[in-house]
């Protein structure tokens, strides 16, 4: 009997699966449904589109015709409306439906817009598709002068296309610093000046109170949360993401600001499985919750879902750590893990473009920042993935080279 897979949303996620499931069952029914109007795109390289340094060419990663070749079904433009996981049926925006043995939710998410006044004007931006990079390259084009609020990965994004795109813009943050759940002010004024570099204007403890707009209706400035006036012809908002879940909505699924799964991406309904930004996983590394939307991590936890999907059992676990690189400066910048979380840290700072943090927790490495130099990424994932007890050196960890062999061994292999 042939075993029909359904996949929500074309992403990394996704696609990984549908490859994966592909690749393990040649006769299984394999369907891909998403909202968007074109394939898979690398969602890594749109920020360097919209900064006008690619053209379109490189940035899609398939065509249609990868799916044809893999006898894959993809619905493009198709919103999905109603789940009814006990008869196992999705129905569609256009009233058409689809059955599955599994489902695999991998939807993503949708830019919070500010619950400010004005927010919808025209000229206000937020940066998640590949439309979206289209808009923000044309329009950051046009524009002289911007407002970017969000101090996050995203965020940063946004400001690093206005400085590309020579668009003088002024970048709220609520904080004294980017990024203040990661960074402290040490290794954050490497990034401030980096900024500074690109012709962006950082305005700290300072957040948006509303958008002011034109008699056209076209954003001309902003408020911050001071009162102070920001002129603005451009304005991108980058604060987070709604997920997108409400299908699941009355179902047995459960939903925590996101799909919950176990450590194979398998939700509390038989059958119905999540991958990507919205899923709140079980990180075994952890051993707790936890959520990361990153690129990596979203193309593995879809390998992981396909691979069990098409299973009796579970035969895959997601045991991750998670990678984010930022790529705007002349010197690298990378976070690994859970930087933002802990009850511990350690950093140190080299010189002015180089900076290293480390967070812990339990006595354990949970995650990190590294600015300038990234030569003990590995060293650091690994000894994450190993699970080492590792809290009470934290010198040799701040070393410039990191001596494995020295450090607390791995309780994994005693």
């Known amino acids: 009997m042939t075993t029909s897979h359904v996949i929500l949303g074309d992403g990394i996620a996704g696609s990984s699966a549908a490859e994966t499931i592909r ?19 690398n969602r890594i390289l749109i920020k360097e589109f ?12 398939h065509e249609e015709e990868w799916y044809d070749e893999r006898d894959i079904a993809l619905e493009l433009n198709t919103h999905v409306t109603d789940v009814d996981t006990d008869a196992k049926v999705i129905e569609a925006h256009d009233g058409s439906t689809y059955e599955y043995d599994n489902l695999l939710v991998a939807t ?7 619950p400010v006044e004005n927010s919808d004007a025209d000229g206000i931006h937020h940066f998640w598709t590949f439309e979206d990079a289209r808009r923000i390259r044309q329009h950051a084009s046009e524009a002289e002068t911007g407002v970017i609020v969000g101090a996050g990965l995203l965020g ?84 987070g993401l709604d997920y997108n879940t409400e299908f ?31 899923t709140r996983y079980h990180d075994v590394i952890l051993d707790e919750g936890a959520q990361n939307g990153s690129w990596g991590s979203a193309k593995e936890q879809g390998a992981v879902a396909g691979a069990n999907m098409v299973a009796d059992e579970p035969v895959e676990t997601f045991r991750y750590v998670p990678t984010y690189s ?8 990378l976070s690994f893990g859970h930087p933002t979380i802990g009850d511990d840290a350690a950093e140190r700072k080299y010189d ?13 490495l949970i995650g990190g920042v590294l600015i300038g130099d990234l030569s003990q990424q590995s060293a650091f994932k690994r000894i994450i993935r190993e699970e080492r007890p590792v809290a009470d050196q934290k010198e040799a960890l701040l070393a410039p080279e990191v001596d494995l062999e020295a450090l607390a061994p791995s309780p994994l292999e005693r």
């Open 23 to 41: 690749e393990a069952d040649p006769d299984a029914e394999v369907t891909v449904i998403t909202e968007e109007g074109e394939p898979l795109y």
């Open 50 to 61: 919209a900064k006008g340094k690619l053209p379109e060419d490189p940035i899609a990663i």
């Open 108 to 114: 993503g998410g949708t830019p919070i817009e500010l």
């Open 156 to 239: 940063i994004d946004l400001a690093a296309i206005c400085g590309a795109q020579g668009v003088d813009a002024d970048y709220l943050m609520r904080g004294n610093r980017w990024w203040r759940y990661a960074l402290t002010l040490d290794g954050a004024e490497i990034v401030h000046e980096a900024l500074r570099d690109l012709g962006v204007d950082l305005v700290f403890e300072s957040g948006l109170d509303h958008f002011e707009v034109d008699e056209d209706g076209h954003v001309s400035g902003a408020i911050d949360s001071n009162g102070e006036f920001h002129e603005a012809e451009f304005a991108a908002v980058a604060v």
């Open 248 to 278: 699941l909505q009355g179902t047995p699924v459960e939903l925590d600001d996101g799909v919950v799964v176990d450590e194979h991406m398998q939700t509390n309904v038989e059958g119905v499985y999540a991958a990507g930004d919205l």
């Open 326 to 333: 930022i790529t705007h400066f002349d010197f690298p910048f």
């Open 352 to 364: 002015d473009e180089e900076w290293r943090r480390l967070t812990f927790k339990d006595g354990k």
